[in-house]
């Protein structure tokens, strides 16, 4: 609470460590301490003879910041039109580090329980957002995040046909989770492309296995791939895809 103080109060003007301590209340020795901490992880500047000052790391995280929450903004018409014509539930997630962060969650109308929350963060190779995420990620970083996700407890699967299905994955634009993540449930999803025509998220469609019958899952890649794509459209993206 203190290192966030210490980042409200040099937010409107570049501060000395002697006014920054008395306005914050402290010794001075307690706030270089808690300045110094903040200027090593990139939170806060210093500038001799003129003070302390917000630092680049919030820049970066204020431009996270911004682009989820316009993708957010953008994309929950999308999911909840799309929740309505399917019946059930839709996710959007971004590729977050190693893993697939869902952002939002737009609930379905079948009696169906599914697990995942807004702000949780699951394996990419075990969940049909998650693959999408990284369709345009090379042969090499599927196999590495696979055997990555194995060691760390992932439900054994063959390795061999699960790149096979990634590699139809990525030439049909879309992906699927056949109860990889969770027991009973299976999902389509697909990408979503800004401006850059770079993957910058994906959705899902969500429901129980007994609704997701190879031939529904089948039917449904047209539609959840063209919600996708009105999504990036209203991102900028202009339909075409980058060179692979």
Same mark, same amino acid.
């Given at each position: 609470?203190?290192?966030?103080?210490?980042?409200?109060?040099?937010?409107?003007?570049?501060?000395?460590?002697? =006014?920054?301590?008395?306005?914050?209340?402290?010794?001075?020795?307690?706030?270089? $301490?808690?300045?110094?901490?903040?200027?090593?992880?990139?939170?806060?500047?210093?500038?001799?003879?003129?003070?302390?000052?917000?630092?680049?790391?919030?820049?970066?995280?204020?431009?996270? /910041?911004?682009?989820?929450?316009?993708?957010?903004?953008?994309?929950?018409?999308?999911?909840?039109?799309?929740? /309505?014509?399917? =019946?059930?539930?839709?996710?959007?997630?971004?590729?977050?580090?190693?893993?697939?962060?869902?952002?939002?969650?737009?609930?379905?109308?079948?009696?169906?329980?599914?697990?995942?929350?807004?702000?949780?963060?699951?394996?990419?190779?075990?969940?049909?957002?998650?693959?999408?995420?990284?369709?345009?990620?090379?042969?090499?970083?599927? /196999?590495?995040?696979? *055997?990555?996700?194995?060691?760390?407890?992932?439900?054994?699967?063959? *390795?061999?046909?699960?790149?096979? $299905?990634?590699?139809?994955?990525?030439?049909?634009?879309?992906?699927?989770?056949?109860?990889?993540?969770?027991?009973?449930?299976?999902?389509?999803? *697909?990408?979503? $492309?800004?401006?850059?025509?770079?993957?910058?998220?994906?959705?899902?469609?969500?429901? /129980?296995?007994?609704?997701?019958?190879?031939?529904?899952?089948?039917?449904?890649?047209?539609?959840?791939? =063209?919600?996708?794509?009105?999504?990036?459209?209203?991102?900028?993206?202009?339909?075409?895809?980058?060179?692979?």
């Amino acid at each position: 609470m203190r290192g966030l103080d210490v980042l409200e109060t040099v937010s409107t003007e570049v501060l000395a460590l002697p =006014e920054l301590a008395a306005r914050l209340g402290l010794t001075k020795s307690t706030t270089h $301490r808690l300045a110094s901490a903040l200027v090593d992880r990139g939170y806060l500047a210093f500038t001799p003879r003129a003070g302390y000052r917000l630092g680049p790391k919030l820049l970066a995280l204020g431009a996270l /910041a911004q682009s989820q929450t316009s993708i957010v903004q953008i994309a929950r018409p999308h999911l909840e039109a799309l929740s /309505a014509a399917t =019946e059930d539930t839709v996710h959007l997630g971004v590729l977050d580090g190693d893993q697939a962060l869902y952002l939002d969650k737009a609930p379905g109308q079948r009696r169906i329980t599914i697990s995942s929350r807004i702000g949780d963060r699951h394996p990419l190779t075990s969940t049909g957002l998650g693959k999408a995420l990284m369709l345009d990620h090379a042969a090499d970083y599927w /196999a590495s995040r696979l *055997a990555a996700e194995q060691r760390a407890g992932g439900a054994a699967v063959d *390795a061999s046909l699960w790149m096979e $299905r990634m590699r139809g994955y990525a030439a049909a634009g879309r992906a699927f989770d056949l109860e990889e993540n969770e027991d009973q449930i299976r999902c389509v999803a *697909a990408p979503i $492309r800004d401006a850059t025509r770079r993957i910058v998220g994906a959705i899902s469609v969500s429901s /129980a296995a007994q609704y997701m019958t190879d031939e529904r899952m089948a039917g449904l890649t047209d539609t959840v791939c =063209e919600a996708a794509a009105a999504i990036g459209q209203d991102l900028g993206w202009d339909g075409t895809l980058p060179p692979r």
